[in-house]
Structure formats: C-alpha cells, structure tokens
C-alpha cells in the first residue's frame, strides 16, 4: 500500500457490500479502508489488482441486459468480475492470508 501519508486507502467495493462500508460521498463504489482496517468488513479482502479483463458479463451490464443484476442490484453498477492481484489485507472471517 502506498497511502501517500494518509492513514487510509480508497478502494472499490463490490455490489453486493451494503454494511460496514464508509462509502464516498458521490462516489456509491468507492470506500475508504484505513491502514489498520478500519472499515474493511470482517468478511473481505484488500487487493491490489495488478491485472483485469473486461469480459461478456461486463458488457451486458453496461447495455443493462444482465437481468439479475438489473433485479438484485439496481444502477449505477461498477462491472469487473475478473481481476488478478495481491491480497494487501484480509479480514479475519475471509479465510484468507495476506
């Protein structure tokens, strides 16, 4: 992590995070996750995404055909289903290690 002297990191959330996120102000994916995880939830990962792909879902969501994301979700949407990375930091319900 390279916070830049801040004492935490912005950080996309998936769709289906509703609880135990600080949501940015007029930024519905982005949350701030301090450097000692505060506001991770117990049950997520931190990832440095290192590389992604825009796949056929992605795109569907876009052109808003993806039914049960229409249906369980709602807009705006934040696509990217497909990433690789570095887990900078878990909780400790995630079943995941740094």
């Not at 801040?6 to 996750?33: F, M, Q």
């Not at 229409?70 to 289903?81: D, K, L, N, Q, S």
Request: hydrophobic fraction near 40%; glycine fraction near 12%; include cysteine.
């Amino acid at each position: 992590l390279d916070p830049e002297g801040e004492d935490h990191v912005l950080a996309t959330v998936g769709y289906n995070i509703r609880e135990g996120v600080n949501r940015v102000p007029g930024a519905n994916s982005l949350v701030k996750v301090g450097l000692d995880k505060t506001g991770l939830p117990d049950d997520c990962v931190l990832v440095r995404v290192e590389a992604y792909s825009v796949n056929y879902a992605d795109v569907t969501i876009r052109w808003g055909l993806y039914e049960s994301a229409i249906r369980y979700v709602g807009y705006p949407i934040v696509p990217g289903f497909d990433f690789a990375g570095t887990v900078e930091m878990a909780g400790p319900s995630s079943r995941v290690s740094p």
